[in-house]
């Protein structure tokens, strides 16, 4: 059993949508390796960390005002310390607690004096075993020597001293204060001696009374820091942020930070970012290509060059522009807006300039502004370069980008109050720049661009109509008459591209060039001949007349390689005969054949073609078959005409000469009334004016030559 082939034109169609997906996919892997790659001159992420020194002065990329939270911090632990420690009020049930040791400390020593069975240096090492109240040896022995009153009145000393030191407020920061000022307070009445004695039994009993409160401290921290307002730091665009050699402070590394001029250390969201945008822009893209069909990117060649040309300028783009000023504003990316637009259609260059100046400015300083500022002047730009057929209209629309891209400047930058009249009037100047950089950029690009694709361009196009050329010199030269034929044809086929929206251009400059082939052997075209002279093809047999007259295809293919015509001219000479027969020759065939086609090789007859392969040829095609069989018929009558191109396009269609081309019942029926138009204004009936007999200068004298009347329209008189 045989397996069923899908048709040619099926596989192709196939093969050219695997191929576009395959290159659409790439194009977004490497559109999303610009985005991660670290590729910048001047990348807009660096390796810091506190501690580091610079390698490098860094400046700000913009201007930028923000909160310190590093500074707030620093400024909220300053009020933090300024706060005194909160103490609580003196508590009375730590001076009962001292003076009952006191008491019980003395009451012990009383003890110990009194037992009559330890000897003296007994006595002493139990005084010195006090655990509240260190004694030393010589005071043990004073207080041991004393008497029963001297003792009593120490005792009594002692605890009033101790209550007197105790009604005070006494801190812990303060102990020591309070503890040298218990000398000064026993009575003076007593001896020095007596009086140290109380001293000593009175000072290690002196505590804080007054205790620190870390919740209450803490609270007034916490109010003291709220009530810091935050701290604001400004930079100025291009201000540095820190000099080379400097260390990283956090300070310095917050607004490195605050302007992302750190690189994180996990990058997984920088790489879900970048991801997220380039898938959804690949899906624009794909769905584009999918709801509009772009006849201009049909080629492989188109495709590739299209993405290739995207992808440089945005590597370039990510190259240059990241971590800089003034930089970013004279980039001339636009220019790969008015390129495609030139090259292609409006429509790919708004479509693609729109997803490039995405991309370009994704995750950098300023990103929004710079993503207008690309967006809006390639927009503009691209309108106002409209077809590009002067070079006037390159330098108009640079003049475009820079106005737009200045008024960007001006809209983003002058609210800003940080901003100063030097910085904006350099970056107008930028605009301005990048403006003409970007139109100059243009047509060499699409000089060169226009070369490998074998496309070629309004400017080319004008060039070629310039009645000096030497191909057209050399054409007027030797076939006036086909050079003339040329005129009318272009004419009919412009008028009719018009009305159907196809290029005009492309149809005027190829239909002026079909014929050059002609002018190789001028004198056997019927509208090369001179009148009364004898036709040459008369004296040939009808093969050879054919050979002749088809040979004219291959002799202008010629000519125009030998002067370098664009492929897109060969093919109007190519194709507008398409695979057709020249009738009158084969009608000479087969009248000395008896009519009997079997004798006849027909193929012998048939142009090489091939048939025309877009609208533009098959209007030049239709046009030249309608203004020959106009000469040979002379119709008058406007429905003469009518039906005179309705035969002509009927013909071609039976004879398959169309089904390339994509023309429409509707657009037949346009190409129907522009070709009857044009020919009635071509072949409108004239009046012949009758002669008349002028007046000499002497009255009533007649001139004997007459002269023309003049016409109606230059004649002063009714």
């Not at 401290?217 to 540095?240: C, D, I, N, Q």
């Not at 093969?543 to 015509?565: C, F, M, N, P, W």
Request: aromatic content about 8%; proline content about 7%; hydrophobic content about 45%.
């Amino acid at each position: 059993m045989k397996t069923p082939s899908l048709p040619p034109t099926l596989v192709q169609r196939l093969n050219r949508m695997v191929i576009k997906r395959a290159l659409l996919v790439l194009c977004s892997l490497l559109s999303l390796g610009a985005l991660l790659f670290p590729i910048a001159i001047r990348p807009p992420y660096l390796s810091l960390k506190v501690g580091d020194v610079a390698s490098q002065d860094i400046l700000a990329p913009k201007n930028l005002t923000f909160v310190s939270e590093v500074l707030t911090r620093q400024a909220q632990e300053e009020a933090r310390k300024s706060v005194a420690p909160v103490y609580l009020p003196p508590d009375p049930s730590i001076t009962r607690r001292q003076i009952e040791k006191l008491q019980l400390a003395l009451n012990y020593i009383t003890t110990v004096r009194y037992d009559p069975y330890a000897a003296p240096e007994q006595k002493i090492e139990d005084l010195q075993a006090l655990a509240d109240i260190p004694i030393s040896e010589q005071t043990a022995r004073l207080i041991i020597d004393l008497n029963d009153n001297q003792w009593q009145t120490i005792q009594q000393e002692a605890l009033l001293t101790l209550e007197q030191v105790m009604r005070g407020t006494i801190r812990e920061d303060r102990l020591e204060e309070a503890r040298q000022s218990v000398p000064g307070m026993i009575s003076f009445t007593l001896p020095e001696e007596q009086a140290r004695i109380v001293a000593d039994l009175v000072t290690p009993l002196v505590q804080p009374n007054s205790l620190y409160s870390e919740t209450l401290t803490e609270r007034a921290r916490e109010e003291a820091a709220k009530r810091v307002e935050p701290v604001t730091r400004s930079y100025l665009a291009g201000e540095v942020i820190v000099r080379r050699g400097q260390l990283i402070t956090p300070v310095v590394m917050e607004a490195l930070e605050k302007f992302g001029l750190v690189e994180t250390e996990n990058r997984y969201r920088e790489i879900a970012g970048a991801t997220a945008l380039v898938a959804s822009l690949s899906v624009f893209i794909g769905l584009y290509f999918t709801r509009q069909r772009a006849h201009s990117l049909e080629s492989l060649k188109a495709l590739l060059l299209l993405a290739f040309t995207f992808l440089v300028f945005l590597y370039a783009a990510r190259i240059v522009i990241p971590n800089r000023v003034v930089v970013p504003y004279l980039f001339p990316l636009p220019a790969f807006a008015l390129t495609v637009a030139s090259l292609y259609s409006l429509e790919i260059g708004l479509v693609f300039s729109l997803v490039l100046s995405l991309l370009s400015t994704y995750n950098l300083p300023n990103a929004l502004g710079l993503f207008i500022f690309y967006l809006l002047t390639s927009l503009m730009g691209i309108l106002a370069l409209g077809k590009a057929r002067r070079v006037a209209n390159f330098f108009g629309a640079g003049i475009a980008i820079g106005l737009t891209g200045s008024a960007m400047i001006i809209a983003f930058r002058l609210p800003d109050p940080f901003a100063d009249w030097i910085g904006i009037t350099t970056l107008v100047g930028s605009s301005f720049i990048n403006g003409i950089a970007s139109a100059s950029l243009t047509l060499l690009l699409q000089f060169l661009f226009s070369q490998a694709l074998g496309v070629i361009t309004p400017l080319q196009l004008l060039d070629l109509l310039r009645p000096d050329h030497s191909l057209l010199q050399f054409v007027l030269r030797n076939a006036p008459g086909s050079y003339q034929h040329s005129l009318q044809v272009a004419n009919l086929a412009e008028q009719a591209a018009e009305a159907i929206g196809a290029d005009t251009l492309l149809t005027r400059v190829g239909a002026i060039y079909h014929d050059i082939g002609k002018a190789v052997n001028p004198a056997f075209f019927i509208e090369n001949q001179v009148q009364g002279k004898t036709n040459p093809h008369n004296e040939l047999d009808p093969y050879t007349s054919a050979d002749i007259i088809i040979r004219h295809v291959e002799d202008g293919v010629q000519l125009a390689r030998k002067h370098r015509l664009p492929p897109r001219i060969i093919d109007f000479i190519r194709e507008h005969h398409g695979t057709l027969i020249a009738r009158y020759q084969y009608a000479r065939a087969l009248e000395a054949a008896g009519n009997d086609p079997t004798q006849v090789d027909v193929q012998r007859f048939r142009y090489p073609g091939p048939p025309p392969q877009s609208r533009e040829t098959a209007l030049l095609m239709l046009a030249d078959m309608t203004e020959a069989r106009a000469r040979a018929e002379m119709p008058t009558e406007e429905e003469e005409f009518r039906n005179l191109v309705r035969k002509a396009i009927e013909y071609c269609q039976r004879e398959r000469q169309l089904d390339q081309t994509n023309l429409t019942l509707r657009d037949f029926y346009l190409i129907t009334e522009s070709f009857t138009k044009t020919l009635l204004n071509a072949y409108h009936p004239r009046i012949k004016y009758p002669e008349v007999q002028p007046f000499s200068k002497s009255a009533g004298e007649q001139a004997t030559q007459p002269i023309e009347s003049p016409s109606p329209l230059e004649s002063h008189t009714p």
